[in-house]
């Protein structure tokens, strides 16, 4: 069982940033690759960056070279970095974490950009 809990979200003006954390705990062990989607409103759930336990990421094409991807395997803790936000960035964010075990999700903090 791995439990994941997100926090950093916020109201911000276009062109500001924030910053998202995902505490992870539980089966830590049974963690290779950690994700964040973003869900907006009436649409579908949208892969936006990954990265591996050996720091290998990904970007969605959408915010590539503004946001950043980071962890923090001490802490058990994964960071989006979001810089020159815009309003099409606004969404639930979900911390995810596929395992052997199950696909485990976390429940989501909200991200409002502001035109």
């Known amino acids: 069982q791995v439990n994941l809990v997100e926090s950093g979200g916020g109201l911000v003006q276009a062109g500001g940033s924030l910053r998202l954390s995902c505490a992870a705990s539980g089966s830590i062990s049974s963690i290779n690759i950690m994700r964040w989607f973003h869900q907006a409103p009436g649409k579908q759930r949208e892969l936006v960056a990954t990265i591996t336990n050996g720091g290998s990421t990904n970007y969605a094409s959408s915010v590539k070279g503004r946001f950043t991807i980071s962890r923090d395997n001490a802490k058990n803790t994964v960071h989006l970095q979001m810089d020159s936000l815009k309003p099409e960035d606004t969404a639930v964010y979900y911390c995810?974490?596929?395992?052997?075990?199950?696909?485990?999700w976390g429940q989501g903090t909200q991200v409002t950009v502001s035109s």
């Open positions: 995810n974490a596929p395992t052997l075990y199950g696909i485990y």
